[in-house]
């Protein structure tokens, strides 16, 4: 499962936790924005990847889509203790439920 559609399980919420296969076994982060996503609202766009971020209205391609949407992780052991990824739509990432 990916981010988003973690979030849609999530009933649309944010401050989720999600860990990357490719982390350390005890990483985690919690998950506080997705891109022109507004908390309790469905991500625009079909599942899985749900089309990504568009160019603007006015822009030469607008309506052409830009690329994922970038999802803002938090957690202390990341480095200024955030981190802003555009892999939100890759499939290594798994729930995770801290205690």
Known sequence: MNIYQMYVN???KLGFYVRSENWKPE????????????????IDGEPPYF??????????????????RLVTLEAEWLDNGVRVTDRGGNFNWVPVYPQ
Do not use: L
């Open 10 to 12: 999530n009933n649309c």
């Open 27 to 42: 990483r985690y982060a919690k998950v506080v924005a997705i891109q022109n996503v507004e908390e309790g609202t469905m």
């Open 51 to 68: 089309g990504g971020f568009k160019y603007p209205a006015g822009h030469p391609k607008e309506g052409i889509i830009m690329g994922p």
